[in-house]
């Protein structure tokens, strides 16, 4: 296990499957009556959110709790960076305190790479701008073998606003690592810059025909919708919401087509939902969802990142 978590490119797949595996000891306090283990007893635990969130900061929070550790909630708008202070003024006032890990998240990528770098605390990227993820692309394996068993050989297709989302980048990572086919599908406005020789080295699809991959020769065996994130795009990227929707959301039609090709087949989004327009109500709440499944996730995995980087191999896991 790395100093940091930063990027899921900081792991290899033995790091990857130890977090998951540990993960899943820890789902065992969830469904405790009494949520509690001291296994980072005495450890500070800082949760430094620039950006608003609410799936992410709390099972963060909730996480250092249930392991007994002092966790503390900064907001961007609560701490002096609103009076002008400077990123590495804030994060190196906080570290002086004697902290022994910061979550970070940031609208700046590559800002939690930064942080590491002026800190002394173990760091944990929780979103830098439209750079990466690492924890929700964890939770988002964690949820997907728990309903599909191993993910080597599976096929997960991640769809939606690709160019300003973190969670793509790093679900991409994670799950080739666990040796999943992944495609990628959206609209040519909302894919990267650069993704085509990105892809051809990792060794996943891309397509812009959603139809076209759900009808496959290859079923979809976990299907990704990504949010449309409004508040990040400067400009038209696609005509109108509904015209969106028709080509890129998952309608009740399109459930259906994805159920009749692989009924096992779940559905994911890592939150917040715009209902309406990249996922149907039909298809958030449908059987196949395991939505709620990864924001339970999210406790045990982020668990299980906390232990490994505070606890290590002395600490204990109950």
Known sequence: MPRHLLSIADLDAAAIRMLL???????????????????????????????DSTRTR???????????????????????TSKGESLPDTVMTI?????????MRHSASGAAHQVAGWVKARVVNAGDGTHE????????????????????????????DLTHSRVFRSNVLALRMLGAHVTAVAPVTLMPSGITPWAQADGF????????????????????????????MAGGFFPTPREYTVGYGLTRPRLQTLLAANPEAVICHPGPMNRGLEISADAADAAASVILDQVAAGVAVRMSVLYHLLAGEEGSAA
Request: cysteine-free; proline content about 3%; charged content about 25%.
């Open 58 to 80: 709390s099972s963060f929070e909730i996480a250092g709790k249930w392991m007994s550790a002092d966790t503390i909630n900064i907001t961007g708008k609560g701490s002096s």
């Open 205 to 232: 699809a891309l397509s812009h025909d959603l139809d076209a991959v759900l009808t496959g020769e290859r079923p979809v065996d976990a299907l990704m919708m990504l949010r449309v994130q409004r508040e990040r």
């Open 133 to 160: 993820h690492p924890t929700q692309a964890l939770l988002d394996a964690f949820t997907m073998e728990q309903r599909l068993g191993t993910l080597a050989g599976r096929h997960v297709a991640i769809v939606g």
């Open 21 to 51: 595996d540990t993960a899943a000891s820890m789902q065992d306090v969830q469904r405790r009556e009494v949520k509690k283990i001291p296994t980072l007893r005495g450890r500070t635990v800082i949760n430094l959110f620039f950006e």
């Open 95 to 103: 570290d002086a305190m004697g902290v022994d890990a910061l979550v």
